[in-house]
């Protein structure tokens, strides 16, 4: 008797590629909060932004397993990003152009 596909595969990613990714998610916290403490302006919140999309992209990418999902799953979360994208930019150009 064979193994039967059960459908499911499974990914072994090893403890390194973890190891990693938690000090890449160290080193932007700190990078959060010296951006908490050093005024940029008007461009705080960006910034502050783009260190969390980092973040979440990292969290998503390898804790989540998105790097091994098909097509279709990688464009759900794709389109509902850029729609949570477009929301925040629309957002954005309100406040800014007050």
Known sequence: MGKEQTGTEEHIVSYSTYAY?????????????????????????????LIATVKALLVVVFFMHMKYEKRFLRGLLIMSLLTLGSIIALTFSDVWYR
Do not use: D
Not at 21 to 49: H, K, P, Q
């Open 21 to 49: 990714v938690w000090l890449a998610l160290l080193v932007l916290l700190g990078a959060t909060i010296a951006a908490a403490r050093i005024e940029f302006s008007r461009y705080s919140v960006l910034i502050n932004l």
